[in-house]
């Protein structure tokens, strides 16, 4: 069944990647990188040409760590149909796919995303038991990067609760093992969000620049200005600080900071801001299409800048 274009529940995902990859054999594959608190699988898809060669440099997304942000995997599935279904027919794909692995992880938070469609549309965390009643940990905020600093909540009902420790959750376990057993390869990091339409550079958790923040900025705003060709649609760039507010234990900052990768991007999709009475988080499914050709576009464009 296809999935593209639609809120897919974590079950029809993991089908279709197994799905496509068996399309595409010589192109995809795809492997698990662990399972959730409840045992979901957390399953990555390995797309490029020659990908089994494991020489190439690596763009990885992760997508979904926030539960109730269904545009994220959402893109990161119409991300991955883009790549196998328009190699050899799509120049800049092609290009794309032979130049690049691309690390795809569509649904990072199966438990807090299943919990999202079942009992809690509004869900953000994962689903681990903790004190006082209380469920979830902000897996943004379970990484080792300043860990229970800014942004952060000591109360474990709060949705911004970064756990009792870092890496506590093992959904965020599982992507710091994934991405350490990568990381010489890995060019670019991408974190999948919503909303607010932003590319947010690093780092999240202070506002302090690193000493690359001008090249950062420079690959964001190109990617920012190739997004707004496709529907018009206007993104910022800047850092969390500046946009929005300090968060400590972000994935993007960790991928960066700690396994030093020096492109790492975080991407705050579709709305550009809530409507009245509706929640940003709930957009229209007819909206995932728009969305994710404009951030191919965007895309596209980082992707083409960081080569050298
Ligand atoms: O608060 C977050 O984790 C992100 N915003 S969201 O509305 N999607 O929850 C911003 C994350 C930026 N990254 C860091 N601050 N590390
Ligand atoms: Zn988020």
Same mark, same amino acid.
């Given at each position: 069944?296809?999935?593209?274009?639609?809120?897919?529940?974590?079950?029809?995902?993991?089908?279709?990647?197994?799905?496509?990859?068996?399309?595409?054999?010589?192109?995809?594959?795809?492997?698990?990188?662990?399972?959730?608190?409840?045992?979901?699988?957390?399953?990555?898809?390995?797309?490029?040409?020659?990908?089994?060669?494991?020489?190439?440099?690596?763009?990885?997304?992760?997508?979904?760590?926030?539960?109730?942000?269904?545009?994220?995997?959402?893109?990161?599935?119409?991300?991955?149909?883009?790549?196998?279904?328009?190699?050899?027919?799509?120049?800049?794909?092609?290009?794309?796919?032979?130049?690049?692995?691309?690390?795809?992880?569509?649904?990072?938070?199966?438990?807090?995303?299943?919990?999202?469609?079942?009992?809690?549309?509004?869900?953000?965390?994962?689903?681990?038991?903790?004190?006082?009643?209380?469920?979830?940990?902000?897996?943004?905020?379970?990484?080792?990067?300043?860990?229970?600093?800014?942004?952060?909540?000591?109360?474990?009902?709060?949705?911004?609760?970064?756990?009792?420790?870092?890496?506590?959750?093992?959904?965020?376990?599982?992507?710091?093992?994934?991405?350490?057993?990568?990381?010489?390869?890995?060019?670019?990091?991408?974190?999948?969000?919503?909303?607010?339409?932003?590319?947010?550079?690093?780092?999240?958790?202070?506002?302090?620049?690193?000493?690359?923040?001008?090249?950062?900025?420079?690959?964001?705003?190109?990617?920012?200005?190739?997004? *707004?060709?496709?529907? /018009?649609?206007? @993104?910022?760039?800047?850092?969390?600080?500046?946009?929005?507010? =300090?968060?400590? !234990?972000? %994935?993007?900052?960790?991928? *960066?900071?700690?396994? /030093?990768?020096? @492109?790492?991007?975080?991407?705050?999709?579709?709305?550009?801001? =809530?409507?009245? !009475?509706? %929640?940003?988080?709930?957009?229209?499914?007819?909206?995932?299409?728009?969305?994710?050709?404009?951030?191919?576009?965007?895309?596209?464009?980082?992707?083409?800048?960081?080569?050298?």
């Amino acid at each position: 069944s296809d999935i593209v274009g639609k809120y897919a529940r974590h079950s029809e995902i993991d089908s279709w990647l197994i799905n496509i990859a068996d399309q595409y054999p010589t192109l995809a594959k795809v492997e698990s990188i662990g399972s959730s608190h409840e045992g979901r699988d957390m399953k990555l898809i390995r797309i490029g040409k020659n990908n089994e060669a494991r020489t190439k440099p690596i763009i990885w997304i992760e997508a979904g760590i926030h539960a109730r942000e269904w545009v994220a995997p959402a893109t990161a599935i119409y991300t991955i149909h883009k790549l196998l279904t328009e190699y050899g027919i799509n120049p800049v794909v092609t290009q794309l796919m032979d130049e690049f692995d691309w690390l795809i992880l569509p649904s990072a938070n199966p438990d807090g995303y299943e919990y999202s469609h079942t009992m809690d549309r509004l869900w953000r965390k994962t689903r681990s038991r903790q004190s006082g009643r209380c469920t979830g940990v902000d897996p943004n905020r379970n990484f080792d990067i300043s860990f229970g600093g800014a942004g952060t909540s000591t109360n474990p009902c709060s949705d911004i609760y970064p756990g009792t420790s870092a890496f506590s959750e093992s959904e965020t376990r599982n992507i710091r093992d994934a991405l350490l057993s990568e990381r010489a390869r890995i060019k670019l990091f991408l974190s999948f969000h919503a909303y607010s339409q932003l590319i947010l550079t690093p780092y999240g958790y202070t506002s302090i620049k690193p000493s690359d923040n001008q090249e950062l900025m420079r690959v964001a705003e190109a990617g920012v200005a190739s997004l *707004k060709t496709i529907h /018009g649609e206007m @993104y910022t760039a800047g850092t969390p600080p500046d946009l929005l507010y =300090a968060a400590s !234990g972000g %994935s993007y900052d960790w991928a *960066k900071s700690v396994a /030093g990768i020096q @492109y790492a991007y975080t991407y705050e999709m579709r709305p550009a801001e =809530a409507s009245f !009475g509706q %929640s940003g988080f709930i957009l229209s499914e007819s909206e995932i299409i728009p969305n994710a050709e404009e951030v191919w576009a965007s895309l596209v464009t980082i992707a083409t800048e960081i080569q050298y």
